[in-house]
Protein backbone atom coordinates (compact mmCIF):
# COMPACT_ATOMS: atom_id res chain seq x y z
CA UNK A 1 0.00 0.00 0.00
CA UNK A 2 1.01 3.71 -0.58
CA UNK A 3 -0.39 4.93 2.80
CA UNK A 4 2.93 5.66 4.13
CA UNK A 5 5.16 5.99 1.23
CA UNK A 6 4.27 9.66 -0.07
CA UNK A 7 7.03 10.38 2.57
CA UNK A 8 9.34 9.75 5.52
CA UNK A 9 8.64 10.67 8.99
CA UNK A 10 12.39 11.29 10.02
CA UNK A 11 11.76 12.97 13.82
CA UNK A 12 9.85 11.62 16.87
CA UNK A 13 7.23 14.41 16.08
CA UNK A 14 7.01 13.61 12.83
CA UNK A 15 6.47 9.86 13.42
CA UNK A 16 4.20 10.68 16.34
CA UNK A 17 1.87 13.02 14.07
CA UNK A 18 1.96 9.27 11.19
CA UNK A 19 0.80 7.35 14.05
CA UNK A 20 -2.14 10.08 14.54
CA UNK A 21 -3.44 10.32 11.63
CA UNK A 22 -3.04 6.48 10.95
CA UNK A 23 -4.80 6.24 14.20
CA UNK A 24 -7.74 8.50 13.38
CA UNK A 25 -8.64 6.96 9.93
CA UNK A 26 -8.48 3.00 11.58
CA UNK A 27 -11.43 4.83 14.56
CA UNK A 28 -12.98 6.27 11.90
CA UNK A 29 -13.48 3.41 10.06
CA UNK A 30 -15.08 1.08 12.90
CA UNK A 31 -16.65 3.73 14.67
CA UNK A 32 -18.09 6.53 12.32
CA UNK A 33 -18.49 4.71 9.37
CA UNK A 34 -18.52 0.88 10.42
CA UNK A 35 -21.16 0.59 8.10
CA UNK A 36 -19.49 1.35 5.04
CA UNK A 37 -16.37 -0.96 6.65
CA UNK A 38 -18.68 -3.85 7.06
CA UNK A 39 -20.32 -4.15 3.59
CA UNK A 40 -16.70 -3.79 2.59
CA UNK A 41 -15.07 -6.40 4.34
CA UNK A 42 -16.86 -9.16 2.39
CA UNK A 43 -16.05 -13.15 3.17
CA UNK A 44 -16.61 -13.84 -0.40
CA UNK A 45 -13.68 -11.91 -1.17
CA UNK A 46 -9.83 -12.38 -0.91
CA UNK A 47 -7.68 -11.76 1.65
CA UNK A 48 -8.32 -7.99 2.90
CA UNK A 49 -6.50 -5.96 5.37
CA UNK A 50 -7.62 -2.10 6.81
CA UNK A 51 -5.09 0.32 6.29
CA UNK A 52 -5.13 4.00 7.99
CA UNK A 53 -3.52 6.90 6.15
CA UNK A 54 -1.37 9.91 7.76
CA UNK A 55 -4.71 11.81 6.16
CA UNK A 56 -7.08 10.42 8.56
CA UNK A 57 -8.15 8.35 5.94
CA UNK A 58 -9.08 4.33 5.50
CA UNK A 59 -8.84 1.86 3.19
CA UNK A 60 -10.05 -1.75 2.98
CA UNK A 61 -7.29 -3.46 0.38
CA UNK A 62 -5.66 -6.55 -0.76
CA UNK A 63 -2.15 -6.67 0.81
CA UNK A 64 1.23 -5.30 -1.05
CA UNK A 65 2.00 -6.91 -3.34
CA UNK A 66 5.98 -6.37 -3.35
CA UNK A 67 7.87 -8.79 -0.65
CA UNK A 68 9.18 -7.70 1.71
CA UNK A 69 6.47 -4.90 1.53
CA UNK A 70 7.61 -1.18 2.05
CA UNK A 71 6.07 -1.09 5.47
CA UNK A 72 4.74 -3.56 7.77
CA UNK A 73 1.60 -4.97 6.35
CA UNK A 74 -1.99 -5.01 8.49
CA UNK A 75 -3.91 -8.08 9.66
CA UNK A 76 -4.58 -10.28 6.74
CA UNK A 77 -7.81 -11.54 5.88
CA UNK A 78 -9.98 -9.64 8.51
CA UNK A 79 -13.06 -10.54 6.31
CA UNK A 80 -13.16 -13.88 6.80
CA UNK A 81 -13.98 -13.68 10.49
CA UNK A 82 -16.68 -10.95 9.42
CA UNK A 83 -20.20 -13.79 9.59
CA UNK A 84 -18.27 -16.05 12.10
CA UNK A 85 -18.64 -14.30 15.24
CA UNK A 86 -20.30 -11.04 16.61
CA UNK A 87 -20.72 -7.76 15.18
CA UNK A 88 -18.59 -6.13 18.32
CA UNK A 89 -16.24 -9.03 18.65
CA UNK A 90 -15.23 -8.88 15.58
CA UNK A 91 -14.87 -5.06 15.25
CA UNK A 92 -12.52 -5.20 18.43
CA UNK A 93 -10.32 -8.17 17.29
CA UNK A 94 -9.98 -5.77 14.49
CA UNK A 95 -9.01 -2.90 16.80
CA UNK A 96 -6.56 -4.85 18.33
CA UNK A 97 -4.74 -5.95 15.11
CA UNK A 98 -5.17 -2.68 14.41
CA UNK A 99 -3.08 -1.05 17.54
CA UNK A 100 -0.85 -3.92 16.28
CA UNK A 101 -0.04 -2.42 13.14
CA UNK A 102 0.04 1.16 14.21
CA UNK A 103 3.36 0.49 16.50
CA UNK A 104 4.84 -1.68 13.76
CA UNK A 105 4.68 1.03 11.60
CA UNK A 106 6.01 3.67 14.35
CA UNK A 107 8.74 1.21 15.31
CA UNK A 108 9.89 0.56 12.01
CA UNK A 109 10.32 4.42 11.00
CA UNK A 110 12.30 5.02 14.64
CA UNK A 111 14.69 2.00 13.62
CA UNK A 112 15.45 2.50 10.03
CA UNK A 113 16.02 6.56 10.99
CA UNK A 114 18.09 5.12 13.56
CA UNK A 115 16.27 6.73 17.24
CA UNK A 116 18.38 5.82 20.20
CA UNK A 117 17.03 4.74 23.31
CA UNK A 118 15.64 8.09 24.59
CA UNK A 119 14.03 9.01 21.19
CA UNK A 120 12.54 5.79 21.28
CA UNK A 121 11.32 5.83 25.06
CA UNK A 122 9.52 9.47 24.41
CA UNK A 123 7.70 7.60 21.05
CA UNK A 124 6.17 5.40 22.77
CA UNK A 125 4.85 7.59 25.93
CA UNK A 126 3.54 10.18 23.77
CA UNK A 127 1.84 7.23 21.88
CA UNK A 128 0.51 5.60 25.24
CA UNK A 129 -0.62 8.77 26.62
CA UNK A 130 -3.57 8.40 24.19
CA UNK A 131 -6.08 5.41 24.55
CA UNK A 132 -5.64 2.52 21.98
CA UNK A 133 -8.24 1.86 19.13
CA UNK A 134 -9.30 -1.24 21.13
CA UNK A 135 -10.39 1.17 23.92
CA UNK A 136 -12.24 3.51 22.10
CA UNK A 137 -14.13 1.19 19.57
CA UNK A 138 -15.03 -0.72 23.14
CA UNK A 139 -15.63 2.32 25.26
CA UNK A 140 -12.87 0.83 27.33
CA UNK A 141 -11.08 3.98 28.23
CA UNK A 142 -14.53 5.77 29.35
CA UNK A 143 -15.16 3.27 31.52
CA UNK A 144 -11.68 3.46 33.26
CA UNK A 145 -12.73 6.98 33.67
CA UNK A 146 -15.57 5.83 35.22
CA UNK A 147 -14.06 3.68 37.95
CA UNK A 148 -11.80 6.55 38.65
CA UNK A 149 -14.35 9.05 39.20
CA UNK A 150 -15.59 9.50 42.71
CA UNK A 151 -19.58 7.95 43.59
CA UNK A 152 -20.34 11.53 43.77
CA UNK A 153 -19.01 12.67 40.23
CA UNK A 154 -20.50 9.02 39.61
CA UNK A 155 -23.94 10.33 40.05
CA UNK A 156 -23.71 13.82 37.97
CA UNK A 157 -21.70 11.55 35.35
CA UNK A 158 -24.09 13.16 33.17
CA UNK A 159 -23.84 16.86 34.13
CA UNK A 160 -22.60 17.97 30.56
CA UNK A 161 -26.42 17.55 29.66
CA UNK A 162 -30.10 19.68 30.25
CA UNK A 163 -33.39 18.85 30.43
CA UNK A 164 -33.56 18.51 26.63
CA UNK A 165 -30.94 15.97 25.95
CA UNK A 166 -27.26 14.30 27.22
CA UNK A 167 -25.25 17.48 24.98
CA UNK A 168 -22.84 19.95 26.23
CA UNK A 169 -23.17 23.51 24.42
CA UNK A 170 -19.62 25.21 23.68
CA UNK A 171 -19.17 27.61 26.76
CA UNK A 172 -20.49 31.18 25.84
CA UNK A 173 -19.65 34.39 27.64
CA UNK A 174 -21.56 34.50 31.04
CA UNK A 175 -21.83 35.60 33.78
CA UNK A 176 -19.37 35.78 36.76
CA UNK A 177 -20.93 33.19 38.83
CA UNK A 178 -20.71 30.75 36.19
CA UNK A 179 -16.84 30.57 35.94
CA UNK A 180 -16.76 28.26 38.69
CA UNK A 181 -19.19 25.82 37.22
CA UNK A 182 -16.90 25.71 33.82
CA UNK A 183 -13.44 24.96 35.89
CA UNK A 184 -15.71 22.11 37.68
CA UNK A 185 -16.65 20.99 34.42
CA UNK A 186 -13.39 20.82 32.75
CA UNK A 187 -11.77 19.16 35.81
CA UNK A 188 -14.62 16.53 36.09
CA UNK A 189 -15.28 15.45 32.29
CA UNK A 190 -11.52 16.08 31.51
CA UNK A 191 -10.61 12.67 31.01
CA UNK A 192 -13.66 12.09 28.33
CA UNK A 193 -12.72 10.73 25.45
CA UNK A 194 -14.77 11.40 22.10
CA UNK A 195 -16.10 7.88 20.71
CA UNK A 196 -15.39 8.93 16.87
CA UNK A 197 -11.88 10.23 17.74
CA UNK A 198 -10.71 9.35 20.84
CA UNK A 199 -9.75 12.95 21.86
CA UNK A 200 -9.90 14.61 25.27
CA UNK A 201 -13.26 16.31 26.40
CA UNK A 202 -12.59 20.26 26.46
CA UNK A 203 -15.36 22.70 27.70
CA UNK A 204 -14.94 25.49 24.65
CA UNK A 205 -15.53 22.94 22.25
CA UNK A 206 -19.45 20.86 21.63
CA UNK A 207 -20.29 17.58 22.58
CA UNK A 208 -22.93 15.32 22.51
CA UNK A 209 -24.09 12.31 24.17
CA UNK A 210 -25.60 8.99 22.39
CA UNK A 211 -28.53 7.44 24.62
CA UNK A 212 -28.07 3.89 23.66
CA UNK A 213 -24.44 3.39 24.10
CA UNK A 214 -23.90 6.48 26.29
CA UNK A 215 -20.58 7.32 24.51
CA UNK A 216 -19.97 11.12 23.76
CA UNK A 217 -18.65 12.68 20.55
CA UNK A 218 -17.54 15.81 19.57
CA UNK A 219 -20.18 17.45 17.87
CA UNK A 220 -18.16 17.87 14.61
CA UNK A 221 -17.35 14.18 14.39
CA UNK A 222 -20.88 13.17 14.32
CA UNK A 223 -22.04 16.56 12.00
CA UNK A 224 -24.64 17.93 15.28
CA UNK A 225 -24.59 21.09 15.76
CA UNK A 226 -25.75 22.57 19.09
CA UNK A 227 -28.74 24.29 16.96
CA UNK A 228 -29.81 20.55 16.30
CA UNK A 229 -29.50 18.86 19.20
CA UNK A 230 -32.16 21.41 20.41
CA UNK A 231 -34.64 19.36 18.35
CA UNK A 232 -33.43 15.51 19.40
CA UNK A 233 -35.35 13.97 22.23
CA UNK A 234 -33.44 10.58 21.43
CA UNK A 235 -29.89 11.09 20.16
CA UNK A 236 -28.49 7.86 18.10
CA UNK A 237 -24.47 7.68 17.34
CA UNK A 238 -23.74 7.07 13.85
CA UNK A 239 -22.53 3.16 15.29
CA UNK A 240 -26.08 2.99 16.99
CA UNK A 241 -28.15 4.12 14.32
CA UNK A 242 -26.57 1.54 11.91
CA UNK A 243 -26.68 -1.27 13.60
CA UNK A 244 -29.34 -4.04 12.57
CA UNK A 245 -29.68 -7.71 13.13
CA UNK A 246 -26.72 -9.42 11.09
CA UNK A 247 -27.22 -13.31 9.71
Known amino acids: MDGGAAYNPRTVEEVFKDFKGRRAGLIKALTIDVEEFYQQCD ?72 FDKADRKRLFNMINDLPTIFEVVTGA ?63 DEFWICCDICEKWFHGKCVKITPARAEHIKQYKCPSCSNKRARP
Open 43 to 114: PEKENLCLYGFPSEQWEVNLPAEEVPPELPEPALGINFARDGMQEKDWLSLVAVHSDAWLLSVAFYFGARFG
Open 141 to 203: SKKQTKEKSSVSNHSSGKSKSNSKGKYSKAMQPKEEDDDGLEDEDEEEHGETLCGACGDNYAS
